[in-house]
């Protein structure tokens, strides 16, 4: 490839297709100079937006820009030799893309204000450079003869970048919706999911603070159907704690109460006395059991057993903090 720079234009002149020589300030120049910036503004928009099927199009005016220069930038010798030039063709697919966008985001009923994203914003600079280069061909066109099919292109293309950008904010539009559902819904899976890696950290939890406490616990974790996902057991834990800590997690998953707040309902004569001697003995009376909630669902429930009743209550009650904080992560 030849050098960017070759210091032939130093004297403010520029080469056209074909071998002349014009002033770079001729209006021919800043036709096919304007054309050149209308082309590096579409492809800033190209970059930004988001909808493939834009990216395609817009791709594809690039390419056709770059021969609708050349044309402008030839002299008749130039354009005798050019092999490819702008046909009635392109016109066509242009005002086709016209038709099919304005059958879908339908007829214009008030002034557009640009601005809605940044890919629609680029389109509108470059409709408007667009509309610059037509005026200053159109002036070109009173000196030197421009084939009909360069204006007629130039006309449909700033048509056709103006409902690329009503199109390009339709589907920024529709993209923006799709990811506040998306967000919801990942929300709401965070917030009613308890699995066995949730269940490992509120044991870590629960270990840590029974070792500040300093005593060794046995700690379980239950789904909202009483089944067991994980029970951890810290050394030198009594053995006892271990179905404790289960019928813990059990009973305020069952009953829906942490455990401490069953003993008074089970009294004699109090609303759900004798419901201890059911579930096979499993309904534990006592403090160290909580259930997990989440959007007024029980998920499950744990259970701490290894100190007193009070030492049990203030580490499962750290644990449900750590719940709480891994699920708004």
């Known amino acids: 490839m030849s050098s960017i720079y070759t210091k032939a234009g130093d004297a403010g002149e520029t080469g056209l297709l074909g071998g002349s020589r014009i002033p770079k300030d001729d209006i021919k120049v800043s036709c096919y100079g304007t054309i050149d910036e209308a082309n590096a503004m579409i492809g800033a928009a190209y970059s930004m937006t988001g909808c493939d099927e834009i990216k395609e199009?817009?791709?594809?005016?690039q390419k056709r820009l770059f021969v609708l220069g050349a044309e402008l930038a030839s002299d008749p010798k130039g354009r005798s030799s050019l092999k490819d030039r702008v046909s009635p063709e392109d016109i066509r697919y242009l005002e086709e893309i016209i038709d099919r966008y304005t059958e879908i985001n339908g007829p214009l009923k008030?002034?557009?204000?640009?601005?809605?994203?940044?890919?629609?914003?680029?389109?509108?600079?470059?409709?408007?450079?667009?509309?610059?280069?037509?005026?200053?061909?159109?002036?070109?066109?009173?000196?030197?003869?421009?084939?009909?099919?360069?204006?007629?292109?130039?006309?449909r293309l700033s048509d056709t970048l103006f409902m690329l950008a009503r199109e390009e904010e339709r589907c920024a539009f529709?993209?923006?919706?799709?990811?506040?559902?998306?967000?919801?819904?990942?929300?709401?899976?965070?917030?009613?999911?308890?699995?066995?890696?949730?269940?490992k950290k509120m044991a870590g939890a629960a270990e840590k603070k029974a070792e500040e406490i300093g005593i060794p616990i046995v700690f379980s974790v239950v789904d909202a159907s009483g089944n067991l996902i994980l029970l951890h057991r810290m050394d030198n834990s009594l053995l006892v704690s271990i179905d404790i800590a289960i019928n813990k997690a059990y009973t305020a998953a069952a009953v829906r109460i942490p455990t401490h707040e069953v003993g008074p309902l089970v009294q004699p004569g109090a609303v759900l006395y004798g419901l201890q001697w059911t579930n096979d003995?499993?309904?534990?009376?006592?403090?160290?059991?909580?259930?997990?909630?989440a959007n007024q669902s029980i998920l499950g429930g744990i259970g701490v057993s290894g100190g007193t009743v009070d030492e049990d209550m203030i580490i499962a009650s750290h644990v449900l903090k750590v719940f709480e904080l891994e699920r708004r992560d």
Do not use: D
Not at 57 to 61: A, P
Not at 190 to 197: A, M, P, R, V
């Open 57 to 61: 199009i817009l791709r594809g005016i």
């Open 110 to 155: 008030e002034f557009l204000i640009p601005g809605k994203t940044t890919a629609s914003s680029l389109l509108h600079v470059a409709r408007t450079i667009i509309r610059r280069a037509e005026r200053q061909t159109v002036s070109l066109n009173r000196s030197e003869p421009v084939r009909q099919e360069i204006l007629k292109y130039m006309n």
């Open 174 to 199: 529709i993209q923006e919706v799709k990811n506040r559902v998306l967000i919801k819904l990942n929300q709401g899976q965070s917030k009613s999911y308890l699995n066995l890696e949730l269940a």
């Open 281 to 293: 003995n499993r309904i534990v009376t006592f403090g160290g059991g909580y259930p997990l909630k």
